[in-house]
Structures are given as C-alpha cells and as structure tokens.
C-alpha cells in the first residue's frame, strides 16, 4: 500500500493512493499522522476505513512522514559517488584521506524542520549558500523498535520506503568543519511523493535515477550500496534504539552536482525530479522562498 499526506484546510491528512488511478482515498475518521498507522500489519492496513476517491491532481501533497526526531543520513555509500566526492576537494570531514570507500559508514543528520512536500518549492537559501546541491536517495522507514538488531533479522524492522532528496549547502560544511550545516535549512529534505509498504516492494533491489531540468545526472542500483540497509540498521541500533517512524536516508549515487567540472549548481528556477522504482517519482522546483508547486 502507498499512504500520502495531503494539505487540507490548513491540516495534514492521510490517505491510501492508487497510483494507477492517480488518486487518493482519506482514512477515516481523519488521521494527520502517519506514525499512527506505522507497525500495523498488512491486515490491519487492509481493513482501514477509507472515504471516497479523489484525484490526485486536486490535491497538495504534504511531506509524508514526520518524525518524532532527526531523520538518519548517510553519506558516501556508493562506490562512485565517494570517489567523486573525495576528488570534489568538498569533504572537510576526511581531507587528505586516501581511501575512496570508509571503513565505517558515515552517519549524519537531518532535522524534521527541513522536510518538504513532492512539488513544493525548494528554499534557495541565496543569502545563505551559492553551492545548492541535490541528492537522490532511498529513505527506509522503521516499523517497531528494536536495539541491536543483527543485520540476519534488520530488514523485519522496515515498514516502508520512500524518496528523498538529500539538498545540501556545499560551502556550509566546507565552512563549518561538519555536514548538519549545510544539509539541515529548512525545505532540505525533500520526501514523498508518499510511503510504500514493504510488502508491497519486498526486500529486493532498487533503481535510483534523477534527472535536472530533464537532464538524467544519477542513474545508479541500491546493489551498489557499500553499506546496505540491514548493515545500516544494524550499526545505527548497536547504541541507539531505533523507534517506529524512524527515517533512515541510505545515501546518494554519483551524479550530484560536485561531480562536474566545473560543478553544476542548482538555482531559482531548476527542477529536480527524482524516481525510484516501484516507488514512485518526487518532484521539486527551486524557488528564492519554499512554497507551493510551481
């Protein structure tokens, strides 16, 4: 099943999406939450009470999800992309370092306050960052808590998956010496267009491409990932315990706009589309102010 959350009078609801119908139906009675329905079986998904069927097209989309503290981020976890990173000359975290590939995933953070909606706008943040970057990456959401969990069993803990773009203020971490910086102003995380259950997708493999002003720029598998999602949640819950409505972002492939040379930046007026399959497909402008769909 795929769960959405909309903009309605103000309020953020809920509500099951038949994407190929291209609508949504309103879990009733009203749920603004989806953290509410997270850690609920199949079953128990399948027998919600729904109102009727509204086109997607007359409806504006919230972010999906909003969880209860930082969303977990991980940085250089494709092969290609860490070696284009490490050439970009932007890794204050590890300058000088030799390797390509991290002996340990690098974890960083996101907090909930950057979350925006598919097809709202991107804050430039031009007063902020001249460096604006985009990021697409596979988000797995955790469904029951656990800690130290082994990556035999890590994957019983996935409730679902989804889309984000990992925006991020390149010459803000160079500046500060670390990542928060610079991939935490509010409107960074984009995600949606919505939350898709894993049974509906199983465990299996994913192909993540992006595109810029409909220019393809990443086009990569999740079997490339150096640390794959139950390594993942098996080093994040050795020490923390992961909570249901948890968001872990699983990294970007090669492609970002550091890549080139001279690196591509994004600006006011570029689109980002980024699609992930059996996922669906998130949608974002860049506006000088976050907003609304362009």
Not at 45 to 53: I, N, Q, R, Y
Not at 174 to 203: I, Y
Request: one cysteine or more; aromatic letters at 8%; glycine letters at 10%.
């Amino acid at each position: 099943m795929k769960f959405a959350a909309f903009n309605v009078q103000g309020a953020s609801r809920v509500a099951v999406v038949d994407e190929s119908r291209h609508e949504a139906r309103f879990i009733e009675p009203f749920c603004d939450d989806m953290a509410l329905l997270i850690g609920r079986s199949s079953r128990d998904l399948a027998e919600l009470s729904l109102g009727s069927p509204v086109p997607l097209a007359d409806l504006t989309f919230a972010p999906p999800l909003r969880p209860a503290r930082n969303i977990f981020c991980v940085g250089k976890n494709y092969r290609e992309h860490a070696r284009e990173f490490n050439q970009s000359g932007f890794d204050s975290t590890s300058a000088g370092a030799a390797a390509d590939v991290d002996k340990f995933a690098a974890i960083f953070t996101k907090p909930p306050t950057s979350l925006l909606g598919h097809r709202e706008l991107i804050n430039s943040h031009s007063d902020v960052t001249s460096q604006l970057d985009y990021e697409a990456e596979l988000a797995v959401v955790i469904g029951k808590s656990g800690k130290r969990i082994s990556r035999a069993h890590a994957l019983d803990y996935v409730w679902g998956y989804s889309i984000i773009n990992d925006v991020t203020a390149r010459d803000l971490p160079r500046d500060h010496r670390q990542w928060f910086m610079g991939k935490s102003l509010d409107t960074f995380c984009p995600m949606g267009p919505w939350v898709t259950t894993a049974d509906e997708v199983g465990n299996g493999d994913f192909t993540v491409k992006c595109w810029v002003n409909d220019e393809l720029r990443q086009n990569a598998s999740t079997r490339d990932l150096i640390f794959d999602i139950p390594s993942l949640i098996e080093t994040l819950s050795a020490g923390i315990g992961l909570r249901p409505g948890d968001i872990i972002a699983t990294g970007t492939p090669a492609g970002v706009g550091i890549g080139f040379k001279p690196p591509r930046f994004l600006k006011v007026g570029d689109r980002v589309d980024i699609e992930i399959s059996g996922l669906g497909r998130l949608e974002n402008g860049v506006g000088p102010v976050s907003g609304a769909k362009p």
